[in-house]
């Protein structure tokens, strides 16, 4: 995978113009140095060296103590020097590694290191705008000069799911540092695949005699460009593999070439020959010389990263890990699921130990709690406020109140259905509502007064003759149908497991 990204900074890579490119009036953030005006010269913006490094320790790259700066030239409307001023030989960093994990039956292997070869910085290009009848094309350099990331992967890739998964984990990453939104939509964060298959155990002819080759036999790699999404990566490279394995199986052989995704007819369509480093003519930009990443950047300090937290996640609080996944995927969610723990950790000490309580009954109801917690969280909230188009950073309930209904969930002082109704009207009112005053004004609270029940449910046996009748005939299942017809009786706030032994008891 190659991987570019646009660095949030405040200025561009290498002038003061506002690094703005998708709010601001087209050209209105330029300069003589993003423009190439001759005779301007480049001076690196500090901040970007300082978030490559970030980004290159994020990623457990080794960082280089002498990194500089080259000229990648070629031809394009959209590079108004005629070269690009990137980094060759000389990177921030490289050597890193991404860890991925996945559920088992969801790839081909359920772990997965992904070797990262490089990070470096460069600038981006302008961007170009065609008229719909195709005659005209407008340029606009508020985009020239914009700082990139290009961060480079082992091919260690071996599955669609894998690719996915890697970008996926990058944009995390990248959010975590705080140094791009890294919305591919947007174009902030933009991946190239480079597929080639591998034919395991191969011959080779040395000097005659046919011997095995050693491990694999690379095919000449594919490059695909113009992907804008995470499915979109998935699906270019499982079209991919589908494809040259069908020319390998006819024996046919291919040209390293550079193909474009097609959205409309989910396909990969040829683009062109790809270009070599030698077609690009790389030499040192003369103008910036060449500087060590770690003297120039203050100390950097890596917040903990989505590995980390996912880890922590699972063994400190006992989340599953579909869970997890899914609250560590966005640093606001996890902040707010951390906090609501805290709250429960808290509400559970407040609760009366027996002296039977041994450390494995708490560790259990600890964890009871974290897998009720992670799923209200992943499931229910987050669907009430998918549904609502609320934002995690909009979000008006506060931890401490989600938190209490959870508590009164676990504590069976609601039941799921009315819990739901209560998290609907927290959500809908303006206001931070406390989730028992809710319960208590509504009468959504469990019923579980065994005089109350049992009056339902002699009602429910008096008026359901036949149904009773058969159950007491054998027919088990009829046993669902009147608890259901005492739920309904109660509008929904009996305790079912209540309603359930008091029928047994009655229809015995
Ligand atoms: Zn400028």
């Given at each position: 995978?190659?991987?570019?990204?646009?660095?949030?900074?405040?200025?561009?890579?290498?002038?003061?113009?506002?690094?703005?490119?998708?709010?601001?009036?087209?050209?209105?953030?330029?300069?003589?140095?993003?423009?190439?005006?001759?005779?301007?010269?480049?001076?690196?913006?500090?901040?970007?060296?300082?978030?490559?490094?970030?980004?290159?320790?994020?990623?457990k790259?080794?960082?280089?103590?002498?990194?500089?700066?080259?000229?990648?030239?070629?031809?394009?409307?959209?590079?108004?020097?005629?070269?690009?001023?990137?980094?060759?030989?000389?990177?921030?960093g490289?050597?890193?590694?991404?860890?991925?994990?996945?559920?088992?039956?969801?790839?081909?292997?359920?772990?997965?290191?992904?070797?990262i070869?490089?990070?470096?910085?460069?600038?981006?290009?302008a961007?170009?705008?065609?008229?719909?009848?195709?005659?005209?094309?407008?340029?606009?350099?508020?985009?020239?000069?914009?700082?990139?990331?290009?961060?480079?992967?082992?091919?260690?890739?071996?599955?669609?799911?894998?690719?996915?998964?890697?970008?996926q984990?990058?944009?995390?990453?990248?959010?975590?540092?705080n140094?791009?939104?890294?919305?591919?939509?947007?174009?902030?964060?933009?991946?190239?695949?480079?597929?080639?298959?591998?034919?395991?155990?191969?011959?080779?002819?040395?000097?005659?005699?046919?011997?095995?080759?050693?491990?694999?036999?690379?095919?000449?790699?594919?490059?695909?460009?113009?992907?804008?999404?995470?499915?979109?990566?998935?699906?270019?490279?499982?079209?991919?593999?589908?494809?040259?394995?069908?020319?390998?199986?006819?024996?046919?052989?291919w040209?390293?070439?550079?193909?474009?995704?097609?959205?409309?007819?989910?396909?990969?369509?040829?683009?062109?020959i790809?270009?070599?480093?030698?077609?690009?003519?790389?030499?040192?930009?003369?103008?910036?010389?060449?500087?060590?990443?770690?003297?120039?950047?203050?100390?950097?300090?890596?917040?903990?990263?989505?590995?980390?937290?996912?880890?922590?996640f699972?063994?400190?609080?006992?989340?599953?890990?579909?869970?997890?996944?899914?609250?560590?995927?966005?640093?606001?969610?996890?902040?707010?699921?951390?906090?609501?723990?805290?709250?429960?950790?808290?509400?559970?000490?407040?609760?009366?130990?027996?002296?039977?309580?041994?450390?494995?009954?708490?560790?259990?109801?600890?964890?009871?709690?974290?897998?009720?917690?992670?799923g209200?969280?992943?499931?229910?909230?987050?669907?009430a406020?998918?549904?609502?188009?609320?934002?995690?950073r909009?979000?008006?309930?506060?931890?401490?109140?989600?938190?209490?209904?959870?508590?009164?969930?676990?504590?069976?002082?609601?039941?799921?259905?009315?819990?739901?109704?209560?998290?609907?009207?927290?959500?809908?009112?303006?206001?931070?509502?406390?989730?028992?005053?809710?319960?208590?004004?509504?009468?959504?609270?469990?019923?579980?007064?065994?005089?109350?029940?049992?009056?339902?449910?002699?009602?429910?046996?008096?008026?359901?003759?036949?149904?009773?009748?058969?159950?007491?005939?054998?027919?088990?299942?009829?046993?669902?149908?009147?608890?259901?017809?005492?739920?309904?009786?109660?509008?929904?706030?009996?305790?079912?497991?209540?309603?359930?032994?008091?029928?047994?008891?009655?229809?015995?």
């Open positions: 995978m190659e991987i570019h990204v646009e660095l949030k900074t405040e200025s561009k890579m290498f002038c003061g113009c506002k690094n703005d490119p998708y709010r601001s009036e087209p050209n209105a953030n330029i300069c003589e140095i993003c423009l190439a005006h001759p005779g301007s010269l480049p001076v690196p913006n500090k901040t970007a060296i300082e978030w490559a490094v970030k980004i290159a320790k994020a990623l790259c080794r960082v280089l103590d002498e990194s500089k700066f080259d000229r990648k030239n070629y031809f394009y409307p959209d590079l108004p020097k005629g070269y690009q001023i990137s980094q060759y030989d000389r990177p921030i490289e050597n890193g590694l991404i860890e991925l994990e996945f559920l088992p039956g969801k790839n081909i292997r359920e772990k997965a290191k992904i070797g070869t490089r990070a470096h910085l460069e600038e981006d290009t961007k170009l705008a065609h008229s719909a009848n195709g005659k005209e094309t407008l340029v606009d350099f508020n985009r020239s000069g914009v700082p990139l990331v290009e961060i480079v992967s082992d091919p260690d890739i071996q599955s669609a799911a894998e690719a996915k998964a890697y970008c984990e990058l944009q995390t990453i990248l959010r975590y540092l140094v791009s939104e890294a919305e591919m939509e947007k174009g902030q964060m933009r991946c190239e695949v480079n597929i080639s298959l591998q034919e395991e155990n191969k011959f080779s002819i040395k000097n005659g005699i046919v011997e095995p080759a050693k491990g694999y036999k690379l095919n000449p790699k594919v490059e695909v460009k113009n992907i804008n999404s995470f499915r979109a990566v998935e699906k270019s490279v499982a079209f991919e593999i589908k494809r040259q394995t069908e020319m390998l199986e006819k024996g046919e052989i040209q390293q070439e550079t193909r474009g995704w097609n959205e409309n007819k989910q396909a990969t369509v040829w683009q062109r790809k270009e070599t480093s030698a077609d690009y003519r790389y030499f040192p930009e003369p103008d910036i010389p060449p500087f060590n990443p770690l003297k120039i950047t203050s100390d950097v300090d890596l917040p903990e990263m989505p590995a980390e937290k996912r880890i922590r699972r063994e400190e609080y006992g989340f599953s890990f579909a869970d997890t996944d899914i609250l560590t995927s966005d640093i606001n969610w996890a902040n707010y699921a951390e906090r609501t723990m805290s709250e429960l950790a808290d509400w559970l000490h407040t609760l009366p130990e027996t002296e039977s309580d041994t450390d494995k009954i708490i560790q259990n109801k600890k964890n009871q709690m974290a897998r009720l917690a992670g209200w969280i992943t499931s229910k909230l987050m669907g406020m998918a549904e609502r188009k609320i934002d995690i909009i979000l008006k309930i506060k931890p401490e109140n989600f938190a209490e209904l959870v508590a009164l969930i676990y504590a069976n002082r609601v039941n799921s259905t009315n819990a739901q109704k209560i998290l609907s009207e927290m959500l809908d009112t303006n206001v931070d509502m406390d989730p028992t005053h809710i319960m208590e004004e509504k009468g959504y609270g469990q019923i579980s007064d065994e005089g109350k029940l049992a009056e339902a449910v002699e009602e429910v046996i008096k008026n359901y003759p036949a149904q009773v009748a058969q159950y007491k005939a054998g027919k088990e299942p009829l046993l669902q149908f009147l608890k259901g017809m005492v739920m309904k009786a109660t509008e929904g706030s009996a305790d079912p497991q209540a309603v359930e032994k008091i029928l047994r008891e009655k229809l015995r």
